[in-house]
């Protein structure tokens, strides 16, 4: 069974640094496109990065310069840096997996489509 498995949210305040991570299991994850996406209850979910299947990624305007995505296919798993955080990053963090392969921008455009998802970890960003 194919599951996609999140850690390393938490409490931090502005300014500070967190290092998510998504790890893998009953897929080959380097096969195919990864990403994360967040949401705010009460909000619409959103893109936050992407990966592809040859390392190009493609990031949301508001995380550009903070955020770094990255892989390690020899792990199975998937890492978001996140440094410099604003309270406007402050929600629920989801690794996604569409199912596709493909370079960072195409990853990026499929984040939403039907795939696996995790369970989500939560970012609290306190200012």
């Known amino acids: 069974e194919a599951q996609l498995v999140e850690s390393g949210g938490g409490s931090v305040q502005a300014g500070g640094s967190l290092r998510l991570s998504c790890e893998a299991s009953?897929?080959?994850?380097?096969?195919?496109?990864m990403g994360w996406l967040r949401q705010v209850p009460g909000k619409e979910r959103e893109g936050v990065a992407a990966?592809?299947?040859?390392?190009?990624?493609s990031y949301a305007d508001s995380v550009k310069g903070r955020f770094t995505i990255s892989r390690d296919n020899a792990k199975n798993t998937l890492y978001l840096e996140m440094n410099s955080l604003k309270s406007e990053d402050t929600a629920m963090y989801y690794c996604a997996a569409p199912l596709r392969s493909g370079g960072g921008g195409y990853c990026y455009s499929l984040l939403f489509i039907y795939g696996y998802r995790g369970q989500g970890t939560q970012v609290t960003v306190s200012s």
């Open positions: 009953g897929f080959t994850a380097s096969g195919y496109c």
């Open positions: 990966i592809g299947t040859d390392g190009s990624t």
